[in-house]
């Protein structure tokens, strides 16, 4: 799912009481509403995103038959930015800002909500950036506090962070929080600031682990953390190990079990072993966890003294307990594994070749480089299988 649309989607998939259907509630009244279903949405309550959906038609609705006087009022033009920055259709909205009808101050933050859905990027950062956060109603500020934060990600991270940092503190307990935990983590994943991630992480678990989101957002943290060495560290390894031991039993599972196929693909070793070993202690006999386990494990351990052990593990492997990704993944490890053995460093051997003068150095050299061609080649099938998270 994009990040600039998460928050956005979020809201497409949710729905409302009919009593607001009636005409006879505010608009701001709807949208303290919808914000209550989207508390929901991020506990996990599948029935939220149903009741979303028909609130926000209905908000729609109301918006389209509202009076004129209804937009000189700041509160029912703020809760028709939030209507906007929910998902609302902007069918409703359009006609309100081509006549004015908005009252003066909020003009131009709703005129940047819509230009931020739009994407029309640089208009959005302009106009939502005016607005004093401090100054808006609190329901309100940790949407906008967000969609800023969206805007500056890829101009200012630090400033993107910042800016999530006062959403979560705007908006707590509800989807904002919950969107901006996940944009955040990721943030900083990449940054990278292994600490703060890890916090954050375990916070998103603790808070935030029975949404709906939770089981997409760790297979994605796992597969990024894991492609970008983030966890090759062992302190940083534990760190995350430690937050993701807040998740409920499958979900800690699968969290490992992505990490270490995410590192097995993207050559990092330490991290893939130690992830594989600890999904491997709580994986349930002879289930396909086991197997995923099992194989990332001795896959892992080919690149180590274990290269024996892990090469006769890897050639008993039954591909039948494994998907199509993970068997084609089984058959480039072991392709690589045929072709060498554990061996010095080629600069390592250049060296002692200089000092020496052996001969026979070169085709050690030689055979290490085939080495790293056939674990090139590795990565390159895991990927092309699908193999790469």
Request: charged residues 25%; without cysteine.
């Given at each position: ?298 896959a892992a351990r080919i690149f180590s003294d274990g290269y024996d052990a892990a090469l006769a593990n890897l050639q008993g492997f039954a591909n039948s307990r494994l998907d199509r990704s993970d068997a084609a993944l089984l058959a480039a490890f072991r392709d690589a594994a045929a072709q060498f053995r554990l061996a010095p460093s080629p600069a390592a051997v250049e060296a002692q070749a200089a000092s020496a003068g052996n001969e026979k150095a070169e085709g050690a050299v030689e055979t290490i480089r085939d080495a790293e061609a056939a674990l ?14």
């Amino acid at each position: 799912m994009s990040w600039r649309f998460a928050l956005v989607l979020a809201a497409l998939l949710s729905g409302a009481p009919a009593e607001a259907q009636t005409g006879s509630v505010k608009i701001s009244d709807m949208a303290d509403e919808l914000q209550r279903i989207q508390t929901r949405i991020a506990y996990g309550d599948k029935a939220a995103y149903s009741a979303q959906l028909a609130q926000l038609k209905a908000m729609g609705a109301a918006i389209a038959a509202a009076k004129p006087k209804t937009w000189q009022d700041k509160r029912e033009t703020g809760s028709l930015i939030i209507y906007v920055l929910s998902g609302g259709s902007l069918a409703e909205v359009a006609p309100l800002l081509k006549n004015d009808a908005l009252v003066d101050s909020e003009r131009a933050l709703a005129r940047g909500a819509i230009a931020y859905i739009t994407s029309h990027e640089a208009d959005a950062l302009r106009l939502l950036s005016a607005t004093d956060l401090g100054a808006l109603d609190l329901r309100l500020a940790g949407q906008i506090a967000f969609a800023r934060s969206v805007l500056e990600t890829t101009r200012d991270p630090k400033a993107a962070v910042e800016l999530l940092d006062w959403a979560r503190l705007l908006a707590p307990g509800g989807l904002v929080e919950e969107a901006a935990l996940r944009r955040e983590i990721a943030i900083l994943a990449e940054a990278p600031d292994a600490p703060r991630a890890a916090r954050l992480t375990r916070q998103y678990a603790n808070r935030f682990g029975a949404s709906l989101y939770a089981p997409d957002f760790f297979r994605e943290l796992a597969g990024q953390i894991g492609r970008n060495g983030l966890a090759e560290e062992p302190a940083n390894y534990e760190l995350f190990a430690r937050a993701a031991s807040a998740l409920p039993a499958d979900g800690r599972l699968d969290f490992l079990l992505t990490l270490a196929k995410a590192a097995i693909v993207n050559r990092r070793f330490v991290a893939a072993s130690a992830a594989a070993s600890k999904a491997l202690r709580s994986a349930p006999p002879n289930s396909p966890a086991e197997a995923r386990a099992r194989l990332y494990l001795n896959a892992a351990r080919i690149f180590s003294d274990g290269y024996d052990a892990a090469l006769a593990n890897l050639q008993g492997f039954a591909n039948s307990r494994l998907d199509r990704s993970d068997a084609a993944l089984l058959a480039a490890f072991r392709d690589a594994a045929a072709q060498f053995r554990l061996a010095p460093s080629p600069a390592a051997v250049e060296a002692q070749a200089a000092s020496a003068g052996n001969e026979k150095a070169e085709g050690a050299v030689e055979t290490i480089r085939d080495a790293e061609a056939a674990l090139e080649r590795t990565a390159g099938v895991a990927a092309a299988a699908g193999g790469a998270p």
